[in-house]
């Protein structure tokens, strides 16, 4: 039998054989080793050891000395490797936000915290870097690529790409457009509290997270679809929700995805079983991709056969696979992956901040009474109904709304921006544009203008190919600020673990502006297109529910929704976020 070595896989497709006096290697297949063996294993060593070793060494000596945030203060290790984030981000899953709090504590308010990126922790400084559409901002690859969906708006890298993306969709979420949809929110909100009202009677212990989430998936779909999943019917609600394990299997990749980003790939063309095998929660997050990009196959097929129903209420799909835009917009990847953003992104984070909010009115009598009080001023009888244009004028409602914001935090992950065109100034520092490898060594910029390829890293002709090589080509110095540090800035909310409602009523008395700090959805060009969405269902769903249901807790303290890793969004220490509860009465006037 031969023993077949990596020199005897090479033998078979190089006649000269010269990967055996290369390496060395010997096999039973290969001709006898020419070489000295004392040439053969240095020249081995040189190849395996010494090259990689010393290339690593002269980047780690660029890192430090040479590249352009060399002078910015922080520690040397952080600024030498990505070893350093990826050891506490990835090794100890999500802790990196605690070392950068620790790195702020000792250099102050700006710091380098990778060897690319510049963390400011300046509450005041967010709006600059998340800033709006005059203003370009484009994403770093290595954070675009974190959320699994490359293809999708918020995996979208330069500005103008992103923005003629955004623009497909804006309408849809606008206010006036989720003003009109009022009705199908209140419909799904009226079937959570009827399901509500039953399990008044079993006794049955509520999981309060996955229930809003099958509110807000509803809400999702419908809107998506034009029909939805129906996780509210009988028989679903707390028991599954497979939008929330997709969510879960994205947390587990959040920042796996940013240092080893071709998983994404394999792990699509994984058989689903071995998939399963080796991690549940990512098999979810395939399978639900699977399943939309199916759907996604249908629906393209029904527009080329032009068997679209004129009389529907058009949906975000058929926007995104009307037959007149360019075919690279509306490829299967590309409709999988905005599919997985709206549906997830509209589930998650959204039933996340009804729960928080939720958590807090249930833990605490006195905030419930002082709401309950308000609220019977638009919605005299429990079964009264008020629209989120009605709610919003509420301001102990606001409080309680904002507040279940602020301690959600929306994503904890650092959704750092880059900007392309213009230095970022901090202070007394200049935190520089995007520039070209090429330019910044030569001063030269005429081989990537001759390609096309702009300094934002877009290229003139909208070549995907292109911009692939300005990812490469193009050097930019991400700035994040993570929400968490703007929500939980003292100065701005004293007691900042406090859930006080009334905080935002003192602030409005005092004619201070303090919702600019709410920084859930970020800010600027590629803020959260679904925020208004968002506001309507987390108003109305807070006050008819708070307005009808009695809730007791169930087995839950504040360190179930608390924020103890960063997986991009915020995790408890143990076990997943939630909150029980069960329904302890129904409010009868
Ligand atoms: C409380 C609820 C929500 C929170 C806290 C939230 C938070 C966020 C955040 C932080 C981002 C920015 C991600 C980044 O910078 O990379 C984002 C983007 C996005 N969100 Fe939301 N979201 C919420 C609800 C929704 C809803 C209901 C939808 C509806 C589909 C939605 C759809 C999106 C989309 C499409 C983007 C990408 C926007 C872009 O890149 O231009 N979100 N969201």
């Known amino acids: 039998m031969h023993h077949l070595t990596r020199g005897a896989i090479f033998a078979h497709l190089d006649p000269c054989h010269r990967p ?51 002078r910015f203060p922080g520690p040397k290790l952080a600024a030498a490797t990505s070893l350093y984030e990826f050891y506490y981000d990835v090794i100890k899953s999500g802790m990196y936000i605690w070392e950068i709090e620790r790195m702020h504590e000792k250099y102050g308010p700006i710091v380098r915290i990778s ?34 969906a490359p293809y999708s708006l918020v995996g979208t890298i330069t500005h103008d790409h992103h923005r003629f993306r955004r623009g497909l969709l804006s309408n849809y979420f606008s206010k006036r457009s989720v003003v009109d949809l009022g009705p199908s929110i209140d419909d799904k909100v009226e079937k959570l509290i009827a399901r509500f009202d039953q399990t008044y009677h079993s006794g049955e212990v509520l999981h309060l997270h996955l229930d809003f989430a099958a509110l807000t998936a509803d809400v999702i779909t419908d809107y998506c679809y034009g029909w939805s999943y129906g996780y509210l019917e009988t028989g679903k609600g707390s028991r599954s929700n497979d939008l929330v394990d997709a969510v879960n299997g994205l947390m587990v990749m959040f920042h796996i995805n940013r240092f080893f980003p071709f998983l994404i ?38 527009q080329s056969l032009r068997k679209i129903d004129s009389e529907a209420r058009p949906t975000i799909f058929d926007a995104l696979t009307n037959l007149e835009l360019p075919e690279s917009e509306r490829t299967l990847d590309r409709l999988e992956d905005e599919s997985a953003l709206l549906l997830g992104a509209g589930t998650e984070t959204t039933a996340r901040s009804i729960t928080v909010a939720m958590f807090h009115l249930i833990n605490n009598k006195e905030i419930m009474a002082k709401l309950r009080t308000e609220l019977k001023t638009v919605l005299p009888t429990p079964r009264s109904k008020a629209s989120w244009v009605d709610l919003e004028q509420l301001p102990y409602l606001t409080g309680v709304v904002n507040e279940g914001l602020r301690l959600s935090h929306g994503m904890t992950a650092r959704l750092a921006r880059v900007s392309p065109t213009e230095p970022m100034l901090y202070q007394d520092w200049t935190i520089p544009a995007g520039v070209s490898q090429w330019y910044r060594f030569t001063g030269c910029n005429l081989p990537m203008r001759l390609m096309g390829v702009k300094s934002d890293g877009g290229s003139k002709a909208g070549s995907p190919f292109l911009e692939k090589v300005a990812d490469y080509c193009i050097s930019q110095t991400p700035v994040s600020q993570s929400n968490y540090f703007v929500h939980m800035d003292p100065t701005l909310f004293p007691e900042p673990n406090k859930f006080d409602p009334e905080r935002w009523i003192r602030a409005a008395e005092k004619g201070e502006y303090l919702s600019r700090y709410i920084v859930s959805f970020t800010k600027g060009s590629r803020q959260c297109l679904g925020m208004n969405l968002a506001y309507a269902e987390i108003y109305l769903s807070l006050a008819h529910i708070a307005r009808r249901i009695d809730f007791a807790l169930h087995q839950t303290t504040a360190d179930n929704i608390c924020v103890y ?24 006037e």
């Not at 000295?36 to 010494?50: Q, R």
């Not at 890793?565 to 909150?579: H, T």
């Open 20 to 70: 055996f006096y290369i390496y060395g290697l010997r096999s039973s297949l290969s001709p006898p080793v020419r070489y000295s063996s004392i040439m053969d294993s240095s020249t081995l060593f040189v190849s395996l050891v010494a090259l990689p070793l010393g290339l690593l060494a002269l980047r780690t000596v660029y890192h430090l000395y040479f590249h352009p945030l060399s």
């Open 115 to 148: 060897p690319h990126e510049i963390h400011i922790k300046d509450s005041n400084y967010y709006d600059e870097i998340h800033a709006g559409a005059s203003r370009k901002r484009s994403k770093d690859p290595r954070y675009a690529i974190a959320f699994g």
């Open 265 to 302: 790939t394999i792990f699509r063309n994984t058989s689903p079983t071995l998939l399963r095998w080796l991690q549940p929660q990512m098999a979810d997050l395939f399978n639900l991709k699977a399943r939309l990009r199916q759907q996604a196959s249908d629906t393209l097929q029904k």
């Open 565 to 588: 890793r960063d997986m991009g969004i915020g995790c408890p220490e143990v076990g997943l976020f939630g909150v029980r509860a069960t329904v302890e009465g129904l409010i009868k």
